[in-house]
């Protein structure tokens, strides 16, 4: 919420660089595959692309009519995807210099609450309900309805199944070419804030942030509540996985906290 992004290095605890360059509270930020970029999102409507080593920004791009709620990187990071309040999802080439938007996906009835890319699909999470897969190689959209707003989606890692969390408290995993529901988790408060929900590593649990201080984890097939974990008092916003170590990002209430397992040691 003061308009910066900061990038630390986790095991130490230490804050290597702050990015300022965002008129309003930043809302998201995506790193890029090789770590020399950083996309970011926020309150000011703008899509702004850094430089990571020199902190400067390179790109600014403008033409939501909202707030940008989230940014992802595609797998080359060539291309930067936005959802913002403004119900759009926007697409822009971080390698030309045009201004305007390469795409806009447009098909959403209210504001885009999350994006998530895979090699060839874009999957997005909105206030209307509804979560959308956008697969590029067929030209096909897939609407499944989940009727209370989305906050946030993911895909399995197996890409088979999408995760969705929505504002009433209750998780749901979706069989990603039927759309049946696989499974339902409940146990957590989701209710008022846009919360991330994640799968592990091996799609052996589904986890999800709430609004009580903690972080919940069910077994993915049984449905039972595997962890609890207390991390605060007031809302638990954020939460990610490390790609391939047992460590878990937390935020709440302006504070960043790294879980890993006792034995731990970085690499």
Same mark, same amino acid.
């Given at each position: ?121 874009? +999957?997005?999470? @909105?206030? =209307?309900?509804?979560? $959308?897969?956008? %697969?590029?190689? /067929? &030209?096909? *959209?897939?609407?499944? #309805? ?16 999408? +995760?969705?969390? @929505?504002? =009433?408290?209750?998780? $749901?995993?979706? %069989?990603?070419? /039927? &759309?049946? *529901?696989?499974?339902? #988790? ?82």
């Amino acid at each position: 919420s003061d308009k910066t992004l900061k990038l630390w290095n986790p095991h130490k605890g230490t804050a290597l660089r702050t990015y300022q360059g965002h008129g309003y509270e930043v809302l998201d930020a995506a790193g890029s595959f090789d770590n020399s970029q950083i996309c970011s999102g926020g309150a000011d409507k703008a899509v702004a692309l850094w430089d990571v080593s020199t902190g400067q920004v390179v790109r600014k791009y403008r033409g939501h009519a909202g707030k940008v709620n989230c940014v992802q990187f595609n797998e080359e990071a060539t291309v930067i995807m936005s959802g913002s309040i403004d119900s759009t999802v926007r697409c822009w080439d971080c390698r030309s210099r045009r201004p305007d938007p390469i795409q806009v996906l447009d098909e959403a009835k209210d504001g885009i609450s999350s994006v998530k890319l895979s090699a060839h699909e874009i +999957l997005t999470g @909105s206030v =209307d309900g509804r979560v $959308r897969r956008y %697969d590029l190689r /067929t &030209g096909q *959209l897939c609407s499944d #309805y989940i009727g209370s707003p989305i906050t946030s989606v993911c895909f399995s890692k197996d890409g088979q199944c999408v +995760l969705a969390a @929505s504002l =009433d408290s209750t998780l $749901r995993l979706l %069989d990603k070419d /039927t &759309g049946e *529901l696989l499974g339902e #988790y409940t146990g957590h408060r989701s209710t008022t804030y846009r919360l991330d929900c994640v799968l592990n590593e091996q799609d052996t649990h589904v986890g999800c942030a709430s609004e009580d201080g903690h972080v919940y984890f069910w077994n993915l097939v049984e449905g039972s509540l595997a962890l609890s974990l207390p991390v605060g008092q007031g809302v638990v916003q954020s939460l990610a996985f490390h790609p391939r170590l047992p460590c878990l990002l937390v935020a709440t209430q302006g504070q960043v906290t790294l879980w890993r397992e006792d034995t731990f040691q970085p690499e």
